[in-house]
């Protein structure tokens, strides 16, 4: 099973391979993708993304985890974040939202079993 690529990304909106739905901020992995919706963990700009929003794509045994932090990269991503990926060996790359979909769209075409999770505004 492969990993959808990011079909097209502006501000606030995000179209997935797939998927008839467009999203403010997602989380894609091989076979799926859905709305990220920060209330479910309680996720702000600051702290930023924890380990409990990253878990439901880590377990769907992705090898790379791309995490795009905004527009304007306003979204922070804490070194446990980045620990905890690390550790339960996944590489992680933090970028910029646009750059972030272009790495993750590279690693689709590379049939790397990718996942990330995205937030299109700040």
């Known amino acids: ?3 959808p690529e990011i ?4 501000w606030g909106q995000m179209k997935v391979q ?6 403010k901020d997602c989380k894609v992995w ?4 859905r709305a990220w919706d920060w209330r479910e963990t309680g996720t702000e700009h600051s702290p930023g993304v924890q380990p409990a929003d990253v878990e439901e794509v880590v ?3 992705v090898q790379t985890l791309v995490i795009g932090r905004g527009m304007s990269e306003a979204l922070k991503v804490p070194p446990s974040t980045v620990e905890y990926l690390k550790k339960k060996g996944i590489d992680v790359r933090v970028l910029q939202t646009e750059q972030a979909v272009k790495e993750y769209n590279a690693l689709v075409t590379q049939g790397v079993r990718v996942g990330g999770v995205f937030h299109s505004t700040c």
């Not at 079909?7 to 502006?10: D, P, V």
């Not at 797939?18 to 999203?23: L, N, P």
């Not at 091989?30 to 993708?33: A, K």
């Open 1 to 3: 099973m492969t990993s």
């Open 7 to 10: 079909a097209s990304l502006s």
């Open 18 to 23: 797939g998927s008839t739905k467009i999203y």
């Open 30 to 33: 091989p076979g799926g993708s």
């Open 59 to 61: 377990e769907k045994g």
